[in-house]
C-alpha cells in the first residue's frame, strides 16, 4: 500500500496561482506513475496531469495545458501540482493517486481512474471569478 497526503488547497481569484504537494509513504517504489485528479461537485473524477516515476514522462489534460505543470522530487517522495492562470472552472477537489500499471503506461501515463490504485484523501481548489 501507498499512502498518499496531499496540500496546497486554497482560495483564490480568477487567473491566480496555486502549487498542490504530495507526500507519499510505504511501498512507493511499487508506483510506477503518480497523477493529480480533480472532481467538482456533481461531476465525475477526471485526470489532470500524470507523470512517470522513473522517465518523468507526462500527460496532461487538455482543459489544462500551458496552465499546469507536474514535477516530482523522487528523493523526496513528493509530487507536485503547479497550477498557473487558474479559472473559475479549475474549482474542485484535486486527489493525488498511484499507480502501478504495466509496462505500456512508461510509454503512454494514464489519465483514467481505474488505472490507479492508491488515492489521497483530497486537497480543495477554489477559484473565484
Known amino acids: 500500500q501507498v499512502q498518499l497526503v496531499e496540500s496546497g488547497g486554497g482560495s483564490v481569484q480568477a487567473g491566480g496561482s496555486l502549487r498542490l504537494s504530495c507526500v507519499a509513504s510505504g511501498y512507493t517504489y511499487r508506483s510506477r506513475f503518480m497523477g493529480w485528479f480533480r472532481q467538482a461537485p456533481g461531476k465525475e473524477r477526471e485526470g489532470v496531469a500524470v507523470i512517470v516515476a522513473g522517465s518523468g514522462r507526462t500527460t496532461y489534460a487538455d482543459s489544462v495545458k500551458g496552465r499546469f505543470t507536474i514535477s516530482q522530487v523522487t528523493a523526496q517522495n513528493t509530487l507536485y501540482l503547479e497550477m498557473n492562470s487558474l479559472k473559475p472552472e479549475d474549482t474542485a477537489m484535486y486527489y493525488c493517486?498511484?499507480?502501478?500499471?504495466?509496462?505500456?503506461?512508461?510509454?503512454?501515463?494514464?489519465?483514467?481512474?481505474?488505472?490507479?490504485?492508491?488515492w489521497g484523501q483530497g486537497t480543495q481548489v477554489t477559484v473565484s471569478s
Open positions: 493517486a498511484a499507480g502501478a500499471g504495466s509496462w505500456w503506461h512508461e510509454y503512454s501515463p494514464p489519465l483514467k481512474t481505474d488505472d490507479y490504485d492508491n
